[in-house]
């Protein structure tokens, strides 16, 4: 990680003073200002258990403050909304409701993603170490859980954007399984 | 003479063993189903259901602060209650954990999937594999990650899914909450609901987890336990209440009467012999004396008063005792003969708990009755320092007065004729236990959102397997019924304890490791899946065709199954509740459970409802046969109808009267009304006789003691219908009422010798 540091840090050091870089206090307003926002996703998983990537694709769909939903077009479609500590799932023209403090781990992974969405970084660094790196146009955010229980099971989070927008969304898993979503925004706030 | 003299020395003797019988040696009894009235409905039935699994189940709320601070308290309780071996089970809707060995172990054996044929065949195989590919990709993939290796066809979160309970309940924070805000939790105790000490200790116990986990924590908890408790505990205090209050109520009135503290002292000697006698008569008759009956039998500390009272007055003008007792022997016979048949007639109502009642006063009166007449004077050969005076005479009482006195009654008893009285139909009015219990669990079961319960089938067996065999037996045919919009649901305990016999079946179906090899092959061609992923699944497998079944009393222990193994109780059989929910049309469930083999329907409403009309019936049956037999007993000791239907008149005018009040003021009547309005009669009768037999020659004295005597015997029934047992209160208010009245009509009604013509 450090090594990885230093020629930025050079860079930043020999570039003009004006190209600082960006800090979290200035990404957080950026996020917390969007009030809708909706994105295709195509979501790739690279699972342990499998010889070959899992991949889905559809719409996802935000509204501040912890609305959000997962409509999946490929390959089976259904539906997963999260509004608040209610998560409904649509699957296979079945209906399921559950409340999320029933199923900690769905919770937590959920919640994450929400505080990102809505800049909730006080949430998040409850939960994660941030740190911040690129500038405005630019930015790879990188959470990393500080304790159990999340620790357990979760290795890091990146997640890298262009200001207010988010482009890729990736977890790492321990034991090494990966999912990366690519999103790619449809329209925001007043356009959608 | 000698027999007198040995009268004395045999009345201690006999008071000494009355005491030590009924006080000393017979156990007090506190089971409040003694007075339940008849309900005409199966009471091995309603015996299982009252020590039934679900008698020993409690409902707990905590109150006091934010829900989800509740939640988390929750937790921490049912911890420390699953540690405290006072407690079977305890639950609030935690979420599974969701590594439970010996389930996870069993999985294969418990689960119902593999009861199809079908199952465990590459089709079937391939189909759940793709199912949980779909997870995988879903924000469930890391929920069904681990499992995955191990159990990929779900067998494991199957068998969780029939654990979870109960249905309809709302949850704050997953965790289970009444609608009002508090958490709630569900407790199982292993003592017997009617085991009264070992329940008290449980919620001691329970009081005390609360506390330790948070002091500023509110909590209360219903249930049968919980009644059972707190009745006895209003018994004890009731009984203390009432016996105090009636004994300072009679020493006060006997001041107050005699202007002397010697009649009190000498008061006291039949009254003690009358309640010692009652006690040792019901303790011989029954075994045990139950507690409403010694609350209860504290009236009889101002209705045997009566006989003393009598003596008292009408010794005056240097007259001995003897001689007193002599001049008014045979109307204190008749009118005690009169009382004791009006408290027999307690024991014709059906209802064991009242015939107790009627078998203590009626042989505490006729102790008392026999004491005053035939010990009283010999102990007090000097006389008894008796100084009554009367402040007026009621045959001086204005005739306006005593008219309209009779003409209020004579309206009042005509009143049920035009409004007809009302009958309670509420089966809590009948029951014993205090009002302010049954209010709460009420509320409670509404701050549950919660249907009524009380509609439950009962399967039958010889023991446990034989009781989970049927169960599964009995599943198609209710599959059947919900099929048909008969019933919405059913739980049934063979959906979570599989019969050894179905354990054993789906074990035979579990393929040889070759032959599972061989399906996952075909099923996972094409799929993604890695190749040795599934060696796990073929080990699980592999052992889960050598396990021992589980039986229910391997999993006494067990945090989530000890709740559903004790389901299953042994009385004199084994029986497993299976609750319904939504039941559409009775009488076609009713018919439906009727084809059923060793399975019972137990319909709480409607028992409740037979035993309404039951006690209605037997009410009015045992009073009519209770006045008769007064009656006969009036005319055999008069000797004259004519002068029995004086005698009659005012009580049965009293009666009405009593009625009347009841039907203008809409109060509803039970059973326990108009038996008191038999026991009414043959007191009221007393007064009227003494008027009829010495109301010429002796005015004063029997108008003294008549007044002495009603006041006394309304005094303490009053004090009895202030109790919080519905049944006492019943008697109480029937009886004062009617006391009061009869007095009233008795004094209106009495003139010098002057018969009325008609």
């Given at each position: 990680m450090s090594e990885r540091r230093l020629p930025l840090l050079l860079a930043l050091l020999l570039a003009p003073l004006p190209a600082l870089g960006f800090s979290l206090a200035e990404l957080q307003p950026l996020l917390a200002a969007v009030q809708r926002a909706e994105a295709q996703f195509v979501e790739e998983r690279h699972l342990a258990v499998l010889e070959v990537p899992l991949s889905s694709r559809g719409t996802l769909s935000y509204r501040a403050p912890d609305f959000l939903q997962k409509a999946v077009a490929a390959p089976q479609p259904g539906s997963f909304t999260v509004e608040g500590e209610r998560l409904t799932v649509e699957q296979a023209g079945e209906r399921r409701v559950l409340d999320l403090a029933a199923a900690p781990q769905l919770k937590v992974f959920t919640e994450s993603f929400r505080a990102v969405l809505a800049g909730d970084f006080d949430s998040l660094d409850r939960l994660y170490r941030l740190s911040l790196e690129g500038e405005r146009d630019r930015w790879i955010l990188r959470l990393q859980p500080r304790a159990a229980p999340l620790s357990r099971f979760i290795e890091e989070v990146t997640v890298a954007g262009s200001g207010a927008e988010l482009q890729r969304f990736t977890v790492l898993e321990r034991g090494g399984d990966r999912s990366t979503m690519h999103l790619e925004p449809r329209c925001r706030d007043a356009d959608c | 003479m000698p027999r007198r003299r040995l009268l004395i020395p045999l009345w201690l003797l006999l008071s000494a063993a009355a005491v030590w019988v009924g006080f000393l040696r017979a156990p007090l009894d506190t089971d409040?189903?003694?007075?339940?009235?008849?309900?005409?409905?199966?009471d091995r039935l309603l015996e299982q259901v009252r020590s039934g699994p679900a008698s020993r189940t409690l409902i707990v709320l905590l109150g006091g602060a934010a829900p989800e601070a509740l939640a988390r308290a929750g937790d921490q309780l049912v911890a420390a209650l699953l540690a405290d071996p006072r407690f079977e089970w305890a639950g609030n809707g935690a979420a599974l954990p969701p590594d439970d060995p010996l389930l996870f172990r069993y999985r294969y054996l418990l689960s119902p999937a593999l009861d199809a044929p079908q199952h465990l065949q590459a089709p079937w195989l391939r189909r759940e594999l793709e199912q949980r590919l779909d997870e995988l990709a879903s924000p469930f993939g890391m929920v069904t990650k681990p499992w995955l290796a191990a159990d990929p066809t779900g067998e494991y979160r199957r068998v969780l899914g029939q654990l979870a309970r109960p249905e309809g309940l709302n949850s704050v924070a997953g965790r289970w909450a009444s609608g009002d805000g508090r958490a709630l939790l569900l407790i199982r105790t292993r003592a017997g609901a009617l085991d009264l000490d070992a329940q008290q200790a449980a919620l001691a116990a329970l009081g005390a987890a609360v506390g330790r986990v948070d002091h500023r924590l509110e909590w209360q908890a219903v249930g049968p336990?919980?009644?059972?408790?707190?009745?006895?505990?209003?018994?004890?205090?009731?009984?203390?209440?009432?016996?105090?209050a009636a004994t300072l109520l009679v020493a006060l009135l006997l001041r107050l009467?005699?202007?002397?503290?010697?009649?009190?002292?000498?008061?006291?000697?039949?009254?003690?012999?009358?309640?010692?006698?009652?006690?040792?008569?019901?303790?011989?008759?029954?075994?045990?004396?139950?507690?409403i009956t010694v609350a209860f039998g504290a009236t009889l500390i101002g209705v045997s008063l009566d006989y003393p009272v009598h003596l008292f007055s009408h010794q005056r003008g240097g007259r001995s005792l003897q001689q007193a007792a002599w001049t008014i022997g045979r109307t204190l016979g008749l009118g005690a003969l009169t009382t004791v048949l009006g408290y027999l007639s307690l024991t014709w109502a059906g209802v064991a708990g009242l015939a107790q009642l009627g078998i203590f006063a009626a042989a505490g009166l006729a102790a008392a009755a026999v004491t005053t007449r035939l010990v009283l004077p010999g102990l007090l050969a000097k006389g008894c320092d008796a100084n009554p005076r009367l402040p007026v005479r009621p045959w001086q009482l204005p005739a306006p007065l005593r008219r309209g006195v009779i003409a209020v009654a004579v309206t009042l008893a005509a009143a049920p004729l035009v409004v007809p009285p009302t009958w309670q139909d509420d089966p809590a009015a009948l029951s014993p236990v205090p009002r302010h219990l049954l209010a709460l669990e009420r509320s409670v079961r509404s701050a549950l959102g919660a249907a009524e319960p009380g509609s439950a089938l009962y399967v039958h067996g010889e023991d446990a397997q034989a009781v989970l065999e049927r169960s599964e037996a009995l599943r198609p045919r209710l599959e059947q019924l919900v099929a048909d919009g008969q019933l919405a649901g059913f739980r049934l305990i063979s959906d979570r304890i599989p019969s050894v016999r179905t354990q054993l079946a789906r074990q035979a179906q579990l393929p040889s490791d070759p032959a599972l090899r061989q399906i996952l092959a075909e099923a996972t061609v094409g799929l993604p899946f890695r190749a040795d992923l599934f060696e796990p699944y073929l080990e699980a497998v592999a052992v889960a065709r050598t396990l021992a079944p589980l039986t229910p009393a391997d999993l006494g222990d067990h945090p989530l199954l000890a709740g559903e193994a004790g389901l299953l109780q042994q009385h004199t059989a084994w029986s497993a509740q299976v609750p319904l929910i939504g039941i559409a049309d009775r009488e076609t469930l009713r018919r439906a459970?009727?084809?059923?083999e060793g399975v019972d329907w137990v319909d709480l409403r409607q028992a409740a409802r037979a035993s309404a009309e039951a006690s209605r019936i037997a009410a009015i049956e045992a009073l009519g046969a209770g006045l008769m037999v007064i009656a006969l007993a009036l005319i055999a000791g008069l000797g004259s109808l004519p002068l029995a239907l004086r005698v009659l008149m005012p009580v049965g005018l009293a009666l009405g009267t009593v009625l009347g009040v009841f039907a203008l003021l809409s109060l509803p009547l039970t059973l326990f009304h108009l038996i008191t309005l038999v026991l009414v009669a043959g007191i009221a009768i007393d007064y009227t006789l003494f008027f009829l037999r010495h109301g010429s020659t002796e005015e004063g004295a029997t108008a003294h003691a008549v007044l002495l005597s009603a006041v006394s015997t309304i005094g303490v029934f009053g004090i009895l219908a202030t109790s919080e047992i519905p049944l006492l209160q019943a008697i109480g208010a029937t009886a004062a009422l009617g006391v009061a009245a009869a007095l009233l009509l008795t004094l209106a009604l009495a003139r010098r010798p002057d018969p009325w013509t008609h």
């Open positions: - | 409040m189903a003694a007075f339940l009235p008849p309900s005409g409905f199966d336990g919980v009644f059972a408790v707190e009745s006895r505990e209003v018994i004890r205090g009731e009984t203390r209440a009432l016996t105090l009467g005699y202007r002397s503290w010697t009649p009190m002292w000498a008061a006291a000697v039949p009254v003690a012999t009358a309640v010692a006698a009652g006690a040792a008569a019901t303790a011989l008759l029954f075994g045990t004396v139950h507690g459970v009727a084809e059923m």
